[in-house]
């Protein structure tokens, strides 16, 4: 059914007007688009230009020399090694697998050099060379010289890589760089780094990575269309890293380590007048130079799942009970604090109990000391003359007075990552165990174990404080600053970090008294370093590692050495005018006299061995 | 079916002396644009001949399908026209339901032997259908009629969203309108039609589109915000043509395009690579080249003889020049980033196949008019 006839002439004129209409509509909008392009070609053409020209010039950054890394007797201990390195520009490569197939039978390439290398080229760029294999022996060079001609697009290139000559030792204080990783990247300035492969990962080498990193330089230079060099337009040099001078002499890490003789532990040692730190070490260790280029994974799993756990940082992060180390500290705060004196004395049977209570308080000598003052009990290392001391001394006056020494806080040495480790009071105990604190736990307190647990850098800072009647400084491992270029040094600044209150100079002078008889004394705890040539004064410690059930006997031949006990020394030298303290401790090495005191006896002979 | 006798007969009373059936204005029109295509993709590939070659075949391919066409009477092609809509929506649902995917949408039909992307067909099918439909109702149609045709514009146009390719949508829709506009429903109901869809779009904002399709917009307007992400295509394209200038900076010397700047430069963004090389002076060209073809294209829309031609030709001339204004406009970043193609310029191959089967058409309604008597 038709509603209407359609009228053809209308609808044609219909159509025109219409068609009319939408061609006004297409020249608006012509005119729209060429107006548009009038602004953007020709009102705006220099901002545009400008634009399109930072686009075609590039900034290359040319890298800085890292700074190098002395002892304090200008050993070098980190250099910038030139090492012939086999690299790989994938644009010129018809086929990499073959290639690296082929030259895998004129040169060693590991599994692990093409992961790496295979890595490394998803994130470079076509024209970038890629290294496949770092050092190259001067043999290697050699024999693929010969064989150049065969591998277009192979190339080997001299590149300065970081090398640490002494390997293991010292890498604990000295650190290493490596490669600079994902989640670096996104923390550190990215101008200052472009360009740059390395970063410090760990020790010094991280604690001062801005000083030995410099200033990164830039070439001004045009590219063509594949992003390739034309022309140099600027070029701004890169500045050198400065040089770092350490404290530590590397005689006396050597002599440490060697003294050590295999055993797990630390050595630290410093100059109590300064805080200069002379030695630090930290056994087992591990070589730096593996890090480098990165680690292989079999060799990293290696490391880290060891029981002997080498890349452990105990100086700094180990948290090992003082034991009777702590004696001198706390008998010290005792007599300050007026509770007793040289007079008082304890008669010691091996043990004693808590009035009312059962437990007994043994003594480390099972038949007892006899009749003990303080000089005795530092000698002898009596334990039950302690017990009896922290019946007069609160854990909170213990507590206030052990701080001092720089105990339950960093001591700011220039590492990163250092423990705090824990000095109990009954306040911290009230926060953390939500409990009150117990007479007996002061017992045990006095005389290092417990709750007590120290870093033996804390133990090495405290016993130079003591050393040197209350005055406390911050250890630091840098000695001085060199600038590359000019040669200019700067020594770093010495800063005090406490001074102890003195309430008795002649207390101090007592207890030093003391800890130079635990050395001069047959008697004496430590009595076999004693030297001919200067005075030491020291305390031993055997820090338990487990408790013994009451009653029971500790017999160190029998049990897994594992649980053996801790030895530990702290000591100073010369007594009268103290120019080294230091704290040593032996994991399981067991009885602090005899293992961990000669260590300290070895450090100091190097030091003074040096002296005229 | 029964359909109004305009006296036609086939293949009798055509004009005499035509070659091909091919409008030669036209043709030559088409063949200038088409060279000029060639020359700024041969720069915009970096001189690279194979590139240049496949479009060539691609061209020549597209130029042989509009010869074809344009030997089909066009009482066939309206004969066809429900037929090829109803293929065209079967096809579009088969896409969604089997269809393969790539770069996100899913916008082909593996047939085994070759690819096919139905939305393509539907380009020239949906005018075709709106028209067919117009043309058995006197025009200016009903509310009714027009509802219907709205119907056929906004079943293939859902089917395409889903896929989804917002571009060729946009186009389809455009199509599909520009028939119903040009049919001459009253300037009343266009302007409620405007009002209402600003109205919308709001709500089209918050729950039509796609997170990605957003952040174009936003990316439209402030493209620095993101100068490495979704902002770069814009601002190297800004960069490309403003420091183009007046005379540009040569064939083959665009630093933008020659030095990889610019993204998608042989493809979507080729009108940027030619306003770096040939400047202002260049584009002034490019659009008159343009502005021919559609001048003629509506002069021989205008000619024809019956409202389906007339209706079909208007629709792809219109349509042609969307083309040319998305791109263009997204390019200079006037319109948000829609994968539009410069017609004929543009380095691929299924847009240009449906443009050239479009001109086709074009060329096959104005060679079959009868011829008028004296």
């Given at each position: 059914m038709r509603q209407a006839i359609k009228d053809h002439n209308k609808e044609a004129r219909l159509f025109n007007s219409r068609v009319l209409l939408g061609l006004i509509c297409v020249v608006i909008l012509l005119s729209l688009l060429i107006g548009r392009m009038a602004h953007l070609q020709l009102d705006n053409h220099d901002h545009f230009t400008t634009l399109s020209e930072k686009n075609r010039v590039r900034l290359l950054p040319e890298p800085p020399i890292r700074g190098l890394i002395f002892d304090r007797e200008g050993r070098i201990l980190a250099e910038n090694m030139p090492t012939y390195t086999l690299v790989i520009i994938p644009e010129l490569v018809e086929d990499i697998e073959n290639t690296i197939a082929s030259l895998a039978e004129i040169i060693e390439i590991s599994e692990y050099d093409i992961t790496r290398f295979k890595k490394l080229r998803k994130r470079g760029r076509r024209f970038h060379s890629i290294p496949l294999r770092y050092r190259l022996s001067d043999g290697e060079v050699a024999r693929l010289a010969v064989d150049r001609y065969r591998f277009p697009g192979v190339d080997v290139e001299a590149r300065?890589?970081?090398?640490?000559?002494?390997?293991?030792?010292?890498?604990?204080?000295?650190?290493?760089?490596?490669?600079?990783?994902?989640?670096?990247?996104?923390?550190?300035?990215?101008?200052?780094?472009?360009?740059?492969?390395?970063?410090?990962?760990?020790g010094i080498e991280k604690a001062y990575e801005k000083l030995l990193h410099g200033e990164v330089g830039y070439k001004q230079v045009e590219t063509n269309s594949r992003g390739r060099i034309l022309r140099m337009l600027e070029y701004v040099p890169p500045v050198p890293g400065?040089?770092?001078?350490?404290?530590?002499?590397?005689?006396?890490?050597?002599?440490?380590?060697?003294?050590?003789?295999?055993?797990?532990?630390?050595?630290?040692?410093l100059d109590p007048r300064n805080g200069q730190v002379l030695t630090m070490i930290s056994t087992p260790e591990y070589n730096p130079n593996w890090f480098v280029n990165g680690i292989d994974t079999a060799r990293y799993n290696k490391l880290s799942q060891s029981q002997e756990q080498p890349l452990f940082n105990r100086f700094l992060q180990g948290k090992y009970p003082p034991g009777s180390t702590l004696k001198p500290f706390t008998g010290l705060g005792a007599m300050e604090l007026g509770l007793l004196d040289e007079h008082d004395h304890s008669n010691c049977h091996g043990w004693m109990t808590l009035p009312g209570g059962e437990r007994r308080y043994r003594d480390w000598k099972k038949q007892g000391h006899g009749r003990t003052n303080m000089e005795k009990a530092i000698v002898e290392s009596c334990d039950v003359y302690f017990y009896e001391l922290a019946m007069k001394m609160s854990i909170d006056q213990m507590y206030d007075f052990l701080v001092q020494f720089g105990f339950n806080q960093r001591t700011g040495v220039d590492l990163g990552g250092e423990s705090s480790g824990l000095t109990p009071s009954s306040e911290w105990k009230k926060r953390i165990k939500g409990e009150r604190w117990y007479l007996g736990e002061t017992l045990i307190s006095s005389i290092g174990q417990?709750?007590?647990?120290?870093?033996?850098?804390?133990?090495?800072?405290?016993?130079?404080?003591?050393?040197?009647?209350?005055?406390?400084?911050?250890?630091?491992?840098?000695?001085?600053?060199?600038?590359?270029?000019?040669g200019a040094l700067q020594p770093q600044t010495i800063k005090q970090s406490h001074q102890v209150t003195v309430n008795n100079p002649e207390n101090w002078a007592y207890m030093v008294e003391s800890m130079l008889k635990v050395v001069s004394s047959p008697r004496g705890t430590a009595h076999k370093i004693r030297s001919k040539t200067f005075t030491i004064a020291g305390k031993t410690g055997t820090a338990q590692v487990f408790g013994i059930a009451q009653d029971a006997e500790y017999d160190a031949d029998k049990i897994a050495k594992k649980l053996r006990d801790h030895a530990l020394f702290i000591g100073f030298a010369p007594v009268d005018n103290p120019e080294i303290a230091i704290a040593v401790i032996v994991e399981n090495g067991g009885s602090g006299g005899s293992v961990a005191a000669p260590v300290a006896r070895a450090v100091m002979d190097v030091y003074f061995g040096k002296k005229p | 079916m029964n359909l109004p006798n305009l006296g036609h007969t086939q293949e009798s009373n055509t004009r005499g002396g035509q070659f091909f059936h091919l409008d030669i204005p036209m043709l030559l029109g088409l063949l200038t644009l088409s060279l000029t295509g060639l020359m700024i993709l041969y720069s915009a590939s970096g001189e690279d001949i194979d590139m240049l070659q496949r479009q060539a075949v691609r061209l020549g391919l597209g130029f042989a399908i509009m010869v074809i066409l344009a030997q089909i009477p066009p009482i066939n092609l309206l004969r066809w026209t429900p037929w090829l809509f109803g293929i065209g929506v079967l096809l579009l649902i088969g896409v969604l339901l089997f269809g393969h995917t790539g770069k996100g949408a899913q916008r082909w039909l593996d047939l085994g032997f070759f690819k096919f992307q139905p939305s393509e067909m539907m380009k020239l099918v949906v005018p075709m259908m709106v028209a067919w439909y117009l043309h058995q109702k006197p025009l200016p149609c009903g509310k009714r009629q027009l509802g219907v045709a709205l119907l056929f514009i906004a079943l293939p146009v859902f089917l395409i969203i889903q896929q989804p390719d917002l571009g060729t949508s946009l186009l389809i829709a455009s199509a599909g309108i520009f028939v119903l506009l040009l049919s001459g429903i009253s300037s009343k109901l266009i302007v409620v039609s405007v009002a209402m869809l600003s109205?919308?779009?709001?709500?089209?904002?918050?729950?039509?589109?796609?997170?990605?399709?957003?952040?174009?917009?936003?990316?439209?307007?402030?493209?620095?915000s993101d100068p490495l992400g979704?902002?770069?295509?814009?601002?190297?394209?800004?960069?490309?043509i403003g420091s183009g200038g007046l005379y540009g900076k040569g064939w083959?010397?665009?630093?933008?395009?020659?030095?990889?700047?610019?993204?998608?430069?042989?493809?979507?963004?080729?009108?940027?690579?030619?306003?770096?090389?040939?400047?202002?002076?260049?584009?002034?060209?490019?659009?008159?080249?343009?502005?021919?073809?559609?001048?003629?294209?509506?002069?021989?829309a205008a000619q024809a003889q019956d409202t389906y031609g007339r209706l079909v030709v208007g629709s792809l001339v219109f349509t042609f020049f969307i083309y040319i204004f998305v791109n263009i406009g997204m390019v200079s970043g006037l319109l948000p980033v829609v994968g539009i193609p410069l017609p004929l310029v543009s380095y691929?191959?299924?847009?240009?196949?449906?443009?050239?089967?479009?001109?086709?058409?074009?060329?096959?309604?104005?060679?079959?008019?009868?011829?008028?008597?004296?």
């Open positions: 300065l890589m970081r090398h640490y000559p002494y390997d293991e030792l010292s890498v604990h204080a000295l650190g290493y760089v490596g490669r600079i990783n994902e989640r670096e990247l996104a923390h550190l300035d990215q101008a200052q780094y472009a360009g740059t492969d390395y970063i410090g990962k760990a400065d040089s770092i001078h350490l404290t530590l002499d590397m005689d006396m890490q050597r002599a440490a380590k060697v003294a050590m003789n295999g055993e797990n532990g630390a050595v630290v040692a417990g709750f007590n647990l120290t870093t033996p850098l804390q133990l090495a800072v405290a016993t130079g404080t003591l050393a040197m009647g209350g005055k406390r400084m911050y250890p630091q491992l840098l000695l001085q600053t060199e600038d590359t270029l000019s | 109205a919308l779009a709001p709500a089209m904002w918050f729950f039509g589109m796609h997170d990605y399709q957003r952040q174009r917009v936003f990316t439209l307007f402030n493209p620095e979704a902002g770069y295509h814009i601002i190297q394209s800004k960069i490309a083959f010397n665009g630093t933008q395009s020659q030095l990889d700047f610019l993204p998608e430069r042989h493809t979507d963004f080729i009108f940027a690579v030619f306003a770096e090389e040939f400047g202002f002076a260049g584009i002034l060209v490019l659009l008159a080249i343009y502005m021919f073809i559609i001048i003629r294209g509506l002069q021989i691929g191959g299924t847009s240009m196949v449906t443009i050239m089967a479009g001109f086709g058409i074009l060329m096959s309604i104005h060679t079959h008019r009868k011829l008028l008597p004296a």
